[in-house]
């Protein structure tokens, strides 16, 4: 059974850094993509950052890029989300998601999904 579970979550300031976990069972990580999408209220699903298999990297442009760095361990079948610099419209439901072998920005390209982690920042 794949297991999804996000972690890290809260409650920050304006300004200030959160690091988000997600911790991977039930598949061989290494041949998985991992990849971070969020949800705000009120508004659909958004592509944050993916970890390929591979080793490479993708990010979701403009809002993101620069203050958000995504990174693996597959020694511990873990994706972070390192986020910095945070804005109040980075406030949402965060979610890791996992695509055998090839995983982007669209979100029907991943099979197994976590619960998600709530990320609140206030001003």
């Known amino acids: 059974q794949v297991q999804l579970v996000e972690s890290g979550g809260g409650l920050v300031q304006a300004g200030g850094s959160l690091r988000l976990s997600c911790v991977a069972s039930?598949?061989?990580?290494?041949?998985?993509?991992v990849g971070w999408f969020r949800q705000a209220p009120g508004k659909e699903r958004e592509f944050v950052a993916a970890?390929?298999?591979?080793?490479?990297?993708?990010y979701a442009e403009d809002s993101i890029k620069g203050r958000f760095t995504i990174s693996r361990d597959n020694a511990k079948n873990t994706v972070y989300l390192q986020m910095n610099s945070l804005k109040l419209e980075d406030a949402a439901v965060y979610y890791c998601?996992?695509?055998?072998?090839?995983?982007?920005?669209?979100?029907?390209?991943?099979?197994?999904w976590g619960q998600g982690t709530q990320v609140t920042v206030s001003s």
């Open positions: 039930g598949l061989n990580f290494n041949v998985y993509s």
């Open positions: 998601a996992a695509a055998r072998w090839i995983g982007g920005r669209n979100p029907s390209q991943y099979a197994y």
């Open positions: 970890s390929k298999f591979s080793g490479d990297n993708t």
